[in-house]
């Protein structure tokens, strides 16, 4: 690991509660044993009424930066000195740089992951391809949302069980100016499929632990893509009807892998590649 006292030595890591599941650490510390890069990325578990003072003191421990991960993306970003436009739009942050001087700026790189991660599996995408449906209405979903607006995206379909949750995160996109969101009930949810481009899964149903999705793909178009941002399991069951069907799927792993890049970027200098040990060593942690 090398020596902390080593002034080039850049400490990082991830802070959350309960925080021992994250990945995060596996992709990082991968990054840097490849690049022979003097530091290390460490979990940091900070309950929600310490996270003042553990952000406060992140300079004072010589810290670079650091992720943030549930449930402090939005506190967090109330501690920062400046807050980057796309995380003040997406009311959250999953990133901390500090600077030269001490001062803290926050980023979010979760739309950026998202985006890149469907990039990834195919590469003539295009926002404006055709409406997109996205289930569930949380942080997931907002950032996701956000960012395909951003890039483009004409119509967007938000369902939630919660129908209350998804018309206010739609009123808040209203106000950006972007392309169209429609609430649609969650009973609708199947036929809301018929001429999309894309549809998302961001709620936590086909999880590792949790039920399946009830949902039916029979009306979802043999262009359209299917994408999961869980990633516990890598092909769950939504995924894998859809793979039968002939469709084009994403898992969560591209959005989290995705996301760490800028991140180890503004921390080490260097933008890393995503390769197959990467993935390999992700996988040998489920």
């Known amino acids: ?13 991830v802070m959350g509660w309960p925080v021992a599941h994250s990945r995060s650490p596996t992709i990082h510390n991968h990054w840097i044993a490849q690049h022979r890069l003097k530091g290390t990325y460490a979990l940091l578990p900070v309950q929600p009424e310490h996270l003042h003072d553990a952000i406060k003191g992140l300079a004072a421990l010589g810290f670079a930066g650091c992720n943030v991960t549930i449930p ?45 991660s469907l ?11 055709g409406p997109i449906l996205i289930l569930g209405a949380g942080g997931a979903s907002r950032a996701i949302a956000l960012s ?10 938000l369902v939630n069980r919660t129908k209350e949750k998804a018309q206010e995160l739609a ?3 209203s106000a950006f100016g972007l392309g169209q969101v429609n609430v649609i009930d969650w009973q609708d949810r199947n036929d809301a499929m018929q001429g999309v481009s894309l549809l998302i899964n961001t709620t936590n149903q086909g999880m590792h632990g949790q039920a399946d999705l009830d949902i039916d793909i029979a009306l979802l178009s043999d262009e359209a893509m ?5 990633y516990i399991p890598l092909e769950t069951p939504l995924l894998k009807s859809a793979r039968l069907k002939g469709h084009l799927t994403v898992n969560g792993l591209g959005m989290l892998l995705n996301q760490a890049r800028p991140a180890f970027k ?21």
């Open 72 to 116: 402090h993306k939005v506190n967090a970003m109330k501690m920062m000195d400046i807050v980057h436009p796309t995380a003040k739009s997406m009311g959250a942050i999953n990133t901390i740089v500090v600077q030269k001087d001490g001062a803290l700026h926050g980023f979010n790189n979760d739309g950026y992951g998202y985006i890149q």
């Open 119 to 129: 990039k990834d599996v195919n590469p003539h995408w295009k926002a404006d391809a």
């Open 148 to 157: 395909l607006l951003e890039q483009g995206a004409k119509e967007i379909r």
């Open 171 to 173: 009123q808040e996109f």
């Open 1 to 13: 690991m090398g020596d902390s006292n080593d002034p080039n030595f850049v400490l990082t890591g």
């Open 226 to 230: 299917v994408s999961d941002a869980i």
């Open 266 to 286: 503004a921390w080490f200098g260097l933008m890393p590649e995503i390769t197959p040990a990467l993935r390999q060593a992700i996988q040998d942690t489920f």
